[in-house]
């Protein structure tokens, strides 16, 4: 759970501890403030600063950190095109072999600077330098700074599937700069606030009213609306993480969405590469399929499905499959899903989050998963391939 008395630090952030199980480290967020960020870098007292992000990033925000953290000690920055192409085996094994040649020992510390792609690179090689040296996250996603690195998960992808190689490792310090944002697409600044709103969906529905007003007034990048978005976030990660460290528990309700979101996702990639749905998009449409799904079962009512297009709809992800992808495309991918093992196996059916309410999921409490059959989720795919528009943006288009 995140403790709130460490509150307002001097300079103009805030910082909570984040506890999750047996671990707990400092969560740093405020705007404007990477000289503190450098401070709190230095007390580190690292031989090397292993930086691990990409080259939009690097181009972007490179400049505003690398100077002051070569005046603290050396650094190696591992930076490569962005995207999931980075989350593979040869990138790691070859990222590894690079640290380790540069001199890395069990006293530097490696930094992830970028969005959930570079974070989860940085982690697992963090994880597996010297069987573990300290990472640290300068998140600059949305989904980064509201979802990753609330997490002890650090995983790269297989080619059968996403985050299915990796493991836990609590990050010693985060450090969100919202003024990082700024420059953040506004596609990649509402994907990530997908998971946001997943967490208000699935977890804390009594800060709906001030998500929907928020989207409707159009205030979603503003520092104080991230910052708000920011603090939800860790509020509600916590708050099913603080006893289930390994999100294998309480903290599988975050897995809302992300059964079809991720196999959606992972199609959509294998066709169109980096222009495929964001991760974002692709839970947001997940959670629509699964609101879908329990409507049918007579578990939610229509108007919490309605609601649920709202704010998918608000946050410009999509209410249909991207163009292209069949419903067959993502049957093939859903069945790898990686909640494989928590239920008894069947090969008729795969494990789902799913809510009875709003914030109180389906099945045990102390593991939130229900049996859903293959069919079922074909059948909800199709129901919202189908349904008619509701919503449509700006140029007309279902949004
Ligand atoms: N460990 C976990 O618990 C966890 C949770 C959620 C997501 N993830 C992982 O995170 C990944 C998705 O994260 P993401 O959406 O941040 O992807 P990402 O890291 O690829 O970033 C998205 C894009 O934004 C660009 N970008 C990043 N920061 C920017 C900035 N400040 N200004 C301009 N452009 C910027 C990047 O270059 C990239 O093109 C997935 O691989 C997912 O599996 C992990």
New binding site residues.
């Given amino acids: 759970m995140a403790t709130r008395d460490a509150g307002a630090v001097p300079g103009g952030w805030q910082v909570q501890r984040i506890r999750i199980g047996e671990v707990d480290y400092p969560y740093y967020y405020g705007v404007d403030c990477l000289d503190l960020v450098l401070q709190e870098l230095a007390a580190l007292d690292a031989d090397l600063f292993v930086v691990v992000t990409?080259?939009?990033?690097l181009e972007?925000?490179g400049q505003a950190l690398l100077p002051g953290l070569r005046a603290l000690a050396g650094v190696e920055v591992i930076s490569h095109p962005?995207?999931?192409a980075m989350?593979t085996l040869p990138v790691l094994a070859a990222d590894l072999e690079r640290v380790l040649a540069a001199g890395a020992t069990r006293r530097s510390v490696v930094v992830g600077l970028?969005?959930?792609?570079?974070?989860?690179l940085a982690?697992v090689i963090a994880a597996l330098l010297f069987r573990g040296v300290r990472l640290v996250h300068i998140?600059?996603?949305?989904?980064?700074a509201m979802?990753?690195?609330?997490?002890?998960?650090?995983?790269i992808?297989s080619a059968i599937g996403?985050?299915h190689i990796g493991t836990y490792l609590p990050p010693y310090a985060v450090f969100t700069d919202v003024a990082?944002?700024?420059?953040?697409?506004d596609r990649?600044l509402r994907?990530?606030l997908c998971?946001a709103a997943k967490n208000c969906l699935a977890i804390r529905p009594e800060a709906l009213p001030r998500l929907r007003e928020v989207l409707a007034g159009g205030e979603l990048s503003t520092p104080a609306a991230l910052l708000w978005l920011l603090d939800e976030s860790v509020r509600a990660k916590s708050s099913v993480t603080v006893d289930d460290a390994r999100?294998q528990r309480t903290g599988l309700v975050?897995e809302y969405g992300h059964t079809v979101g991720h196999a959606v996702e992972l199609a959509d990639h294998r066709r169109r590469g980096?222009d495929g749905v964001?991760?974002?998009e692709a839970i947001a449409f997940g959670m629509v399929v699964a609101a879908t799904i329990a409507h049918r079962r007579g578990w939610l009512p229509a108007e919490i499905v309605e609601l649920h297009e709202e704010v998918v709809s608000a946050l410009g992800a999509p209410l249909r499959l991207p163009a292209g992808l069949t419903v067959d495309d993502v049957m093939d991918v859903v069945r790898d899903d990686n909640k494989r093992g928590y239920l008894p196996p069947c090969s008729e059916s795969i494990a789902f989050v799913l809510l009875r309410e709003l914030g109180r999921p389906a099945g045990d409490p102390g593991l939130p998963l229900v049996a859903v059959r293959l069919a079922e989720v074909r059948e909800a795919l199709e129901v919202v391939q189908s349904r008619e528009p509701v919503l449509t943006g700006a140029d007309g288009e279902v949004a």
């Fill in positions: 990409d080259d939009t990033v972007l925000h962005p995207g999931e989350k970028g969005g959930g792609v570079p974070g989860n982690g998140p600059t996603t949305t989904t980064a979802d990753s690195v609330l997490s002890l998960k650090q995983a992808n996403k985050n990082l944002l700024a420059t953040l697409p990649e994907s990530g998971e999100e975050l980096n964001s991760h974002g």
